[in-house]
């Protein structure tokens, strides 16, 4: 069998165009964006990260979410408990950072010979800190992932859509990348994909409980289009306020050889919603950057904090 190397975790969007290419362009060691529902997902193990990558075609429509009922990939002689239905949050999510302003607008490239741009003037990047909370009620499953809906908002109208999925396995023995590919591209069934306008995520085998991991993100910031720069959330003229909504739109069990998803009969109700604050050209959110250091980074860069574990 083949062995599957590691990676370390970078949590940083990187700051060259070149890199920003990679992050969209280049597969990650055990990348699983092999199906045409999880373009954008990088699935990697250990404590590394989904990254967002290309963005679909800006949208801003309402999401259509399917009803609160469960898909069945394949027959299971297991019954499936009919409390997976109404399943415990599995993960706590905190958005511990947010920026949106004005980019690098110039910050152009050629991609075999076509003109890429960066898709909006005015990017945005949100990161989060997920930590694994014991649920007994569906930890006779074998793999679980949650499905999240964050949207950024302005005030003004424009809204960015993006999806999280965040997951761990409870008695998957072994790593099956093409299990984890198969549960990840059911985002399908919880949401309208041609609504959302950028995906990322993260799983971690044998995640601790209580243990937090911090930096994984969504935004628009490194998406390249070959159309000129458009104003993302500034397109209805300068907001005035921004907003981020985190939502648990679902979840996706593994139990043998059946996958089973299920919608969130309370998907409408936030799980965390923040505003940001006016701060230069642009909004900010700021949990992690000391107030008198703010004015010394790049606001879409911030110094994401080391993780206190390991991979194992």
Excluded at 17 to 30: E, F, Q, Y
Excluded at 58 to 71: D, G, L, R, V, Y
Excluded at 265 to 272: L, S
């Amino acid at each position: 069998m083949t062995k599957r190397k590691k990676l370390k975790w970078r949590p940083k969007p990187e700051n060259t165009v070149t890199k920003n290419l990679k992050r969209i362009s280049t597969p990650i060691c055990i990348l699983l964006t092999v199906t045409v529902f999880i373009v954008s997902f990088s699935l990697v193990s250990s404590a590394s990260l989904f990254h967002p990558t290309a963005a679909l075609s800006a949208i801003t429509e309402q999401e259509t979410i399917a009803p609160a009922t469960t898909t069945q990939t394949s027959p299971s002689p297991i019954e499936q408990p009919t409390q997976w239905m109404d399943s415990k949050q599995q993960f706590h999510c905190d958005v511990i950072y947010a920026y949106v302003g004005r980019g690098n607008s110039e910050a152009t490239h050629s991609l075999f010979g076509v003109p890429m741009y960066p898709k909006s003037q005015y990017p945005s990047i949100v990161y989060f800190n997920f930590t694994h909370v014991s649920n007994a009620e569906i930890e006779s499953c074998d793999v679980e992932f949650e499905v999240y809906l964050i949207q950024i908002s302005a005030d003004k109208g424009p809204t960015e859509n993006y999806t999280y999925i965040e997951g761990t396995n409870y008695r998957l023995s072994n790593r099956d990348s093409d299990l984890l590919t198969s549960l990840a591209s059911h985002v399908k069934d919880l949401v309208d994909v041609r609504t959302i306008n950028g995906r990322g995520g993260h799983f971690r085998f044998n995640w601790t409980t209580n243990t937090p991991i911090t930096g994984g993100y969504v935004g628009s910031l490194g998406s390249y289009t070959n159309r000129p720069s458009g104003l993302g959330l500034w397109s209805a003229g300068e907001p005035k306020t921004i907003s981020v909504s985190v939502r648990r739109i679902g979840w996706i069990i593994a139990k043998g050889s059946s996958i089973s998803t299920f919608a969130n009969t309370a998907r409408d109700e936030n799980i965390t919603q923040i505003q940001l604050q006016k701060f230069g050209d642009g909004f900010i959110y700021n949990k992690i950057v000391p107030a008198d250091k703010l004015s010394q980074i790049n606001p879409f860069e911030p110094p994401i904090p080391p993780n206190e574990i390991e991979a194992p």
